[in-house]
């Protein structure tokens, strides 16, 4: 098993920057991916971002440019810095991992969850 707890999130004014953080601890041997999700009231669980275990990165276009994976400290870990946020990225964030190298973002690929953190930004 693996536990994910994360931590950052808030609330920001359009434009600004948030960081969310997101380690690993249990059998962190067979996590291969990990990634960022989120959800919106009524809406979705949405893929944000993903970051494999060789460094390779992919993102949903909406936070292209703005968003920043990468792996963190412990390397079972995985920090997210959100630049020029914008009303439209408000959610409830999830950080996610998964047993196998990937960079696909289909909630269905990742085994394990984080508790989620609420990202609000105001206008």
């Known amino acids: 098993q693996v536990q994910l707890v994360q931590s950052g999130g808030g609330s920001v004014q359009a434009g600004g920057s948030l960081k969310l953080s997101c380690s690993a601890s249990g059998n962190t041997n067979s996590v291969e991916s990990m990634a960022w999700f989120r959800q919106a009231p009524g809406k979705d669980r949405e893929g944000v971002a993903v970051i494999d275990r060789y460094g390779g990165t992919s993102y949903v276009d909406s936070v292209k440019g703005r968003f920043t994976i990468s792996q963190g400290n412990p390397k079972k870990s995985v920090d997210l810095q959100m630049n020029s946020l914008k009303p439209e990225d408000t959610a409830m964030y999830y950080c996610?991992?998964?047993?196998?190298?990937?960079?696909?973002?289909?909630?269905?690929?990742?085994?394990?969850w984080g508790q989620g953190t609420q990202v609000t930004v105001s206008s």
């Open positions: 996610a991992a998964a047993t196998g190298s990937w960079l696909q973002l289909l909630p269905s690929l990742y085994n394990y």
